[in-house]
């Protein structure tokens, strides 16, 4: 099953400002591979939120904005990279979307 991705603001904000800086920069820079590497696994988590690549796992720092009560989920981006991509998301509000909460380094 393939999911329907939706943005919180500050997720699309983010998203839009790598693939600019991403678009500046030459091929093969840091900034064109951070951004990469981030639609990369918005792919992946819209066809397969659990596929071991992204290593997702449960986040309990953050609300879900639909309801307090269910989960909000972290994927990584990036490994082993000081400052590591992480993309928070959560299901719904809808069956089959998932929301893109926000994407940013690791803390």
Not at 35 to 61: A, D, F, M
């Amino acid at each position: 099953m393939s999911f329907e991705l939706l943005y919180q603001p500050v997720a699309e904000d983010t998203l839009l400002d790598l693939r600019a800086k991403a678009k500046k920069s030459s091929i093969g820079s840091r900034q064109a591979g951070l951004y990469k590497q981030i639609h990369k696994t918005l792919k992946l988590l819209q066809e397969n939120p659990r596929h071991p690549g992204l290593k997702t796992h449960e986040y309990s720092s953050l609300d879900n904005p639909f309801n307090p009560k269910e989960k909000v989920f972290e994927a990584y981006a990036q490994n082993k990279t000081p400052g590591a991509y992480r993309v928070f998301w959560c299901y719904g509000p809808d069956k089959g979307q998932i929301t893109i909460i926000a994407i940013t380094p690791h803390p």
